[in-house]
């Protein structure tokens, strides 16, 4: 009889070839298991499509849907969001689910799955499939999930907010599942927001509810005050949900405080263009220019022009529209306030009343005149997609437009500091500003200094009309909007005194905006007027009084 082999002998050679078998089949496996689990070809939704048509069997209809939804085939959600809107239909002829688009005054059938057209559709070829509002809730609800696994994170954050603003019990299992996953730390936020949110809504426990009062507060805005209000009518969370909308209100308090000083910083920025070079030439030559107006406007319709062109012959070139506008603007209204200065003001100098009734009929003129050639209706002028927009800063909300407009502000005055400070020009429209009878004896062409004064002030006012053209309508009537204001800027700030000119614009500004919910626009302004009458009677020169002989005198 011959002897067994030894056990670990057999083993020793048995093992590895079972064990590789073993690992074999299991490779082999996985993928098979992974694609059932998630199959992401559209074609693996069509056996359920015949789901979605159950009549007026509603109960039906939504097991259809949540089986489509539970694949998380990338094809469900725009599936699922075309029946919302009513554009899945049944064709009669062989029972097959369409998508149905119209082109023009024909209907065409689309297959919803492939895109594939599949040729024009009679009147009652198709019939509508039955859905109510609770399926339409539940489909929203369904999308929201299946987006959350969508590989962008764009899309993750939008559905992971939709999910925010419509908080349920049935979300939070979806929510749960997608922040195992989400690796994407923005994403990842909003989608503890929506879950804490959702927890509200749920029937968790008391403590899960407390932490996610938390994560609510945390949020800081009047969603999450909204979301404690409806917590506090729980008698469980009533105490913990009050101290925490106690503080949340407060953070509101100081948020809305901050947007309403940057509102009145904007306002002051607009006010600072359309009044800094009234500054100039009410300074320098004492000119009470009623026609200042209508260089903003000037401005403005220069800048509708260039777009104009832009459109027609140069396309490429809209995103640069505005720094093409500015340098055509400032000449524009530059070399206009000149002419009005060589031909009527020049002769009305030491006479206030007639230099006031004459720039009033400039004005007028100015005004018939844009009305003959662009017509009385508001122009459209675009803004560029770098202008468009807002972003949150905390809890502000700041456009891109606004801001673009206090920095093009600070730019503008800054220039002007400098060539009033460093430049020979400069020099000269100071002495003229503090002694004209000196400046002439010392040489300096007073009458051309007045001229290119009077111009360099309207063409700063056509610069600000470029700015404006972005956030207001473009019409003749554009700058009476400003012309009161802008004379309230310099008096108040002190005339011919650019510091005085900024610190007054951004003040009046400010002041504005805090009055108008209190008094409204309107009183706001006359509020607003009355202050500074009573500001002048005490100091007549403003914040910033002029310096020199002609001050003294």
Not at 67 to 81: K, Q, V, Y
Not at 538 to 552: H, M, N, V, Y
């Amino acid at each position: 009889m011959l002897p067994r082999p030894p056990v670990a002998t057999f083993r020793s050679r048995s093992l590895p070839a079972a064990l590789a078998r073993f690992v074999l089949v299991l490779l082999l496996l996985v993928p098979v298991a992974a694609s059932a689990q998630s199959d992401p070809d559209p074609e693996a939704l069509r056996p359920l499509l015949s789901g979605l048509d159950n009549g007026r069997d509603f109960a039906k209809t939504e097991a259809g849907i949540r089986a489509i939804a539970d694949t998380g085939n990338p094809a469900a959600a725009p599936l699922l969001e075309a029946l919302r809107s009513g554009d899945l239909e049944v064709r009669k002829a062989d029972d097959r689910v369409v998508r149905v688009v119209k082109e023009g005054g024909t209907e065409i059938a689309v297959d919803p799955l492939s895109g594939e057209r599949l040729g024009e559709l009679g009147r009652r070829d198709t019939s509508r499939i039955s859905i109510n509002n609770n399926i339409r809730n539940l489909i929203d609800e369904l999308v929201a999930g299946l987006t959350l696994r969508s590989p962008d994170p764009t899309v993750r954050r939008n559905a992971a907010l939709e999910m925010l603003a419509g908080a349920s019990q049935d979300n939070v299992e979806p929510l749960q599942a997608a922040l195992a996953e989400e690796d994407d730390s923005s994403v990842r936020a909003v989608m503890q927001q929506a879950l804490a949110a959702s927890l509200l809504q749920s029937d968790a426990s008391v403590e899960d509810k407390k932490a996610a009062l938390e994560t609510v507060a945390a949020m800081g805005d009047r969603q999450a005050l909204q979301l404690l209000n409806r917590a506090a009518g729980d008698p469980n969370l009533a105490d913990e949900a009050n101290r925490l909308k106690r503080g949340v209100e407060r953070q509101l308090q100081m948020w809305e405080l901050a947007q309403n000083v940057w509102f009145g910083l904007s306002l002051g920025s607009v006010l600072l263009l359309a009044a800094i070079g009234l500054a100039i030439t009410f300074g320098v030559m004492g000119v009470i220019n009623m026609a200042h107006g209508e260089m903003v406007m000037l401005g403005a319709y220069t800048t509708f022009v260039v777009q104009e062109v832009i459109r027609t012959h140069f396309p490429g070139l809209f995103e640069a529209s505005l720094a093409i506008a500015l340098p055509l603007a400032f000449c524009v209204a530059g070399l206009v306030g000149i002419v009005i200065e060589r031909v009527v003001i020049r002769w009305l100098y030491g006479r206030p009343l007639e230099t006031l009734l004459a720039t009033w009929g400039i004005s007028l003129i100015l005004q018939q005149t844009v009305r003959v050639i662009f017509g009385a209706t508001n122009r459209e002028v675009g803004n560029p997609d770098w202008m468009s927009g807002a972003f949150q800063l905390g809890g502000l909300s700041i456009t891109y437009a606004r801001l673009s407009i206090v920095i093009f502000s600070l730019i503008v005055f800054g220039l002007l500091v400098l060539l009033l400070q460093r430049t020979a020009f400069g020099l000269q429209i100071r002495a003229v500003t503090q002694n004209r009878k000196m400046a002439s004896a010392m040489g300096i062409r007073t009458p051309w200094t007045d001229a290119l004064t009077f111009g360099l002030g309207s063409g700063v006012a056509g610069i600000a009309g470029v700015a404006l053209s972005q956030i207001d309508n473009v019409s003749p009537n554009l700058g009476q909007s400003y012309i009161i204001d802008s004379f309230l800027v310099v008096v108040f700030g002190g005339v011919g005194n650019l510091w005085g000119t900024f610190v007054g614009a951004l003040s009046l500004g400010v002041l504005n905006k805090f009055l108008e919910p209190f008094a409204g626009a309107v009183l706001g302004k006359i509020l607003v007027l009355v202050l500074i009458i009573l500001f002048i009677q005490k100091r007549p020169r403003g914040l910033f009084p002029q310096k020199g002989r002609a001050a003294e005198g």
